[in-house]
């Protein structure tokens, strides 16, 4: 393989390695929020101290559940585009050398995507 072909693969490996992490960090934030946070359950853990309930409402419930859906959306999404992008990305590069360039933005521009739904996330939580 050329230098060019095998830089392009690692480029296009390491962001969807980044955005399987994402994804898995969402999928552990939207599990996080439906044991921890789920109405049910709050009303089955009792403080110690207080012997009350905690205070969860609906509305932080659903916020964290939003903020997880839109890490794991996001980071779904993501993948997908760099694995469509980064597939054309290579065979334009092999056919054509001076594709490299755009295409590497291509491949970029998708992996941009999880991070716009780690800002969402980030707003969402400061908002709760």
């Known amino acids: 393989m050329h230098k060019r072909q095998l830089i392009m693969r690692r480029i296009v490996y390491g962001l969807l390695g980044f955005n399987l992490a994402l994804s898995l960090a969402g999928i552990a934030l939207f599990g996080f929020t439906l044991v921890v946070y789920h109405p049910w359950i709050a009303a089955q853990t009792v403080d110690v101290v207080t012997q009350s309930a905690p205070s969860v409402s609906i509305g932080l419930g659903l916020g ?44 970029g521009l998708g992996g941009g995507i999880a991070t716009y739904g780690i800002v969402i996330s980030v707003m969402i939580l400061g908002r709760l």
Do not use: D, E, Q
Not at 64 to 87: D, E, M, Q
């Open 64 to 107: 964290l559940l939003g903020a997880a859906l839109a890490t794991a959306g996001s980071s779904l999404g993501s993948g997908f585009a760099i694995s469509r992008t980064g597939a054309a990305a290579i065979r334009a590069v092999t056919k054509k050398r001076s594709m490299f360039g755009i295409s590497l933005v291509y491949v």
